[in-house]
């Protein structure tokens, strides 16, 4: 007989004779008679009843170890529940417990930090929480595939060893076979990375953007959606050394038009996850951030917000707030000040444009002005930027003296170049930063627990 998850069970529509599940038991309570199992397959974030007879022949030997946490397989039938909170319950005609646990058993009560649930980040998708987190990601990562490949876009599988620094920030994890003791040295007593295995340096990709525009630049519009790294040493609750991103790259499309696919993605990612994981959602609206669901519904039912830079800066000086990193024009926006306008400013996702060009990467598009770019940062309340993009310069002769100005080499991004002298055309794309998506869905505070593992400076566990 094959298995039923149990989200089906809870959502079958008569009883059924034969039932067979698997599954982690939650709790056990001992009436006289019988024993009330609460079972959880992670299939949904409820678990089923299951009543054991005292009468089953293992009951005594058995059903009385299962505690917290075992692994058992039930048969029986599937009856209407007499118990309140639950349509459904199981009498077992068998039950056997296939993997003790015991007392030592680390997620035996509630209320756990979510600290220490990181330490044990090996059982704790077996919380509800987390259970919950994890499903929510798993549908999302699904959303954005349905999403671009309903809109015709190609997905490209960017390359995740790469020799380029797309975002030039210097933020680089170094790739090598290099032996560290005895690495080999060129005639000027450097290391010679013509010996490395690639016979040059390479690193761990930290966007797949520039790949992706020679898609586009083939294919029309293409995403890319993988994992890159960071060796950035910032310790924050929004930043990982590796997160994964969601890359679209559009030919023949310019800032307007990737604002507005941005605001379209985003908000069909939050419709996707109201509609599919609604109970989960309910879960965190209960125990994580009880404006939750109020603020999903608030940002789908308004157009996002949009502000030039030069905007956004006026607005940050002239609100009489004492910032602890002032800004004027010219400076990077810190954490707080993007917090300020998405959350007491416009009270709105807001899409900040046309940065100043010292701020942004080389292969922005340099407006009229000269002195800005079209680059876009999307804040959200609670987070901060979510998505970054920009339209990218196409012209080859402005592209080469930004490279200049950046100490690019032309010869390194010779390939880069070409795009631009063989059929150049406006194009333009984002990176949404998929767990900070997933930190404003879910309301979880800390990117750390909305990654199975997370990789922050200092700690690679599991
Ligand atoms: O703004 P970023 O650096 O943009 C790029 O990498 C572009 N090449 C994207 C493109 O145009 N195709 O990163 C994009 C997004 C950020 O808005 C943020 O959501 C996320 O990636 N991100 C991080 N998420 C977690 N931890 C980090 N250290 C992150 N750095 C960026
Ligand atoms: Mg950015």
Request: net charge negative.
């Amino acid at each position: 007989m094959s298995r039923t998850l149990i989200k089906h069970a809870l959502e079958a529509t008569a009883p059924m004779d034969a039932i067979f599940l698997q599954g982690w038991v939650r709790t056990r309570r001992d009436a006289k008679a019988f024993s009330f199992l609460e079972l959880n397959d992670g299939s949904c974030l409820k678990g089923i009843q299951v009543i054991a007879d005292a009468a089953l022949p293992n009951y005594a030997t058995e059903i009385a170890k299962a505690h917290t946490g075992a692994s058992v397989e039930v048969r029986g039938k599937l009856v209407e529940s007499k118990g309140q909170g639950q349509k459904w319950e199981v009498v077992a005609s068998s039950l056997t417990i296939l993997g003790e646990a015991d007392a030592t058993y680390p997620l035996q009560k509630k209320g756990h930090t979510m600290e220490f649930l990181r330490e044990i980040a090996h059982l704790r998708p077996r919380s509800n929480l987390f259970g919950a987190v994890f499903r929510v990601r798993s549908r999302l990562a699904f959303a954005v595939d349905e999403f671009f490949q309903n809109k015709n876009f190609i997905c490209v599988h960017t390359p995740i060893v790469t020799a380029s620094d797309c975002e030039g920030a210097g933020e680089l994890f170094r790739v090598s076979t290099l032996d560290p003791k005895n690495p080999p040295k060129n005639e000027h007593g450097d290391l010679d990375y013509t010996k490395d295995f690639f016979a040059k340096k390479t690193y761990l990709t930290v966007s797949g953007q520039l790949e992706a525009e020679i898609f586009a630049t083939a294919l029309s519009n293409v995403y890319t959606f993988g994992p890159t790294f960071r060796a950035e040493n910032s310790n924050t609750s929004r930043h990982a050394a590796e997160f994964w991103m969601i890359e679209p790259e559009m030919a023949f499309c310019d800032l307007d038009g990737n604002m507005t696919l941005a605001e379209e993605f985003v908000k069909h990612l939050i419709r996707d996850a109201k509609t599919h994981c609604a109970a989960d959602l309910e879960f965190f609206s209960k125990f994580v951030d009880k404006e939750l669901l109020a603020r999903l519904d608030f940002v789908l039912d308004r157009p996002f917000q949009r502000c030039s830079y030069t905007e956004a800066i006026e607005i940050i000086e002239q609100s009489g707030k004492a910032w602890e990193h002032p800004v004027k024009w010219g400076d990077n926006m810190q954490s707080e000040h993007e917090r300020f306008l998405a959350e007491e400013h416009f009270k709105c996702p807001v899409t900040v444009y046309n940065y100043p060009r010292t701020l942004k990467p080389f292969y922005m598009r340099v407006n009229d002005d000269g002195r800005t770019v079209r680059a876009m940062d999307l804040l959200v309340p609670g987070i901060g930027e979510i998505i970054g993009g920009s339209q990218r310069e196409e012209r080859l002769d402005v592209l080469r003296e930004n490279m200049a100005q950046h100490q690019l080499s032309e010869k390194e991004y010779w390939w880069y170049l070409d795009l631009r002298r063989y059929g150049t055309v406006p194009h333009a794309g984002f990176g949404l930063g998929f767990e900070r998506m997933l930190m404003f869905v879910t309301g979880v505070a800390n990117i750390r627990d909305v990654i199975p593992f997370a990789r922050t400076p200092g700690t690679a566990d599991f």
